[in-house]
Structure formats: C-alpha cells, structure tokens
C-alpha cells in the first residue's frame, strides 16, 4: 500500500537541520547551496539502469511553500530508498506540536509524588515509546491503566530527545474513552464508572 504524507503540520515542522544529515547519512553529496535559503543534493543510483535523484532542500521552515516542498522530498526518498514515506518520516520527526497521542502504559518509573510512563503509541503511523512527565494524581491513573491494560491518551508537544520521543508541555493525561454513552450509564449505575465521570 502506498502511502502519501500531505499532513502540513507534520511536514512545516520537519527541520531542515535532521534532513540534511538524514541525506548525509545515506550518500547524497551537496551539489550547491543559495546561502540561508536552499542547498541541492544529488543521489546516483545504479540498479538495473542508471539513475540520477536530487533534492532541493529549503532550509528556512517558514517559506511559503515549505510544507509541499518536504512533501515533494518525501517523494523522492520514497523512490530512492524503496522505502514508505512513513518509514521515512518516522525518522525525520523531531517535533510535532499540540499532538493527541493514544497508547498503553508499558513502564512506569516513580519520583517523589510523581513518576515517569512510557507509552506505546504510534507517531506518523509507526509504533514508538513516548516518555511522559506525570504528576501524582496522573501516575495513580497510569498505574491503573497498566494493571488493567488500559488505552491512555496525552496531549502535548511531541519532542525526540536523543533519539526517545518525549511529550513535553503537557495539556492532559487520561483514560482514553471507548465507551459509548450507554455504558457509561450502566457503569455509574453500578458504581464503576467514576474516573471520567468527576
């Protein structure tokens, strides 16, 4: 299955810093460059015919039409790598503001009256461990969701650090809701339903 990434807040926020030694860590030379504002790259493939691939890289994220040109990158690393484009921009993301992300609580790591989840939620399709700063009233509920395997769901800015994904400036932490109304109803009747419903 093909898969094209047109997400612009995803793509705005690629920076062009993370791509440019993605391109070097896999073989593509710099051709040129046009100060602040753009470098070229260039790839030679020899498969069963000779190809030849480049890129032209904005370095400023806040051109214009910054967010089609990562698109049109992504394109072509997809047809250069063999590669999805998720794959690929899975390890391009380095942020991703004000992202709602859902997953189970696979660790937990108690401070003084606050802890430390992980999470295994998917980022850009893909599934990864994401770190999450928790106060106390939050850890008692991520404890819970780990005993009782449990989706959670967090909001926040998601931030690689060191190659770990971190949800920093958090907004909330929650059981993510799967019930229908109905349930819910049944549950309070029977005073189980007590968490969301406060």
Known sequence: MIVTVRDPSILSNLDPMQLTAYLQSRGWLQESGVDDKESVWVISINDEEYDEFSITLPLNPKTRSYALRMAEILETLERTEGRSQLDILSDLVTNIPLVEIQGLVIRLAEHKNAGNAIIMGFVVGKPQQIQIRLNEEEYKLAQMAYTERLVVESTGDLIKENGIFVLSNKIKF????????????????DGLYHLRSQ
Not at 176 to 189: A, F, V
């Open 174 to 189: 929650d059981l993510y809701d799967t019930l229908s109304e109905r349930d819910k109803q049944s549950l309070i009747q």
